[in-house]
Nanobody, 121 residues
Framework: QVQLVESGGGSVQAGGSLRLSCTASGRTYNMGWFRQAPGKEREFVADVTWRGGSRYNADSVKGRFAISRDNAKNTVYLQMNSLKPEETAVYYC?????????????????WGQGTQVTVSS
């Protein structure tokens, strides 16, 4: 069983920045960030392979968010800049349970508990 522990959420004014962290137990996995706003479905934000390759939900976060990882710490980060009020949501870390997977698909086998991000106008 993989455990994901998130941190770094909080409250910020529009235009501000936050950095989220997610540490995984066990082996090295492809990991991603998702978010769920009140009354909306959970949506993909970004993911990063264990080798460091990344993808983004380009329409919503292009140029403002950056995902990275430190394999020595088994930790993934999401740097969020120029935050907007509509990005207020619970942000979740997810992990693909296929350790060291090199394919193009991402399946979320494990979820973190979520961390609240609130952006005020």
């Amino acid at each position: 069983q993989v455990q994901l522990v998130e941190s770094g959420g909080g409250s910020v004014q529009a235009g501000g920045s936050l950095r989220l962290s997610c540490t995984a137990s066990g082996r090295t996995y492809n990991m991603g960030w998702f978010r769920q706003a009140p009354g909306k479905e959970r949506e993909f934000v970004a993911d990063v392979t264990w080798r460091g390759g990344s993808r983004y939900n380009a329409d919503s976060v292009k140029g403002r968010f950056a995902i990275s990882r430190d394999n020595a710490k088994n930790t993934v980060y999401l740097q969020m800049n120029s935050l907007k009020p509509e990005e207020t949501a619970v942000y979740y870390c997810g992990a693909d349970g296929r350790a060291y997977y090199s394919g193009s698909s991402f399946q979320t086998d494990y979820w973190g508990q979520g961390t609240q991000v609130t952006v005020s106008s």
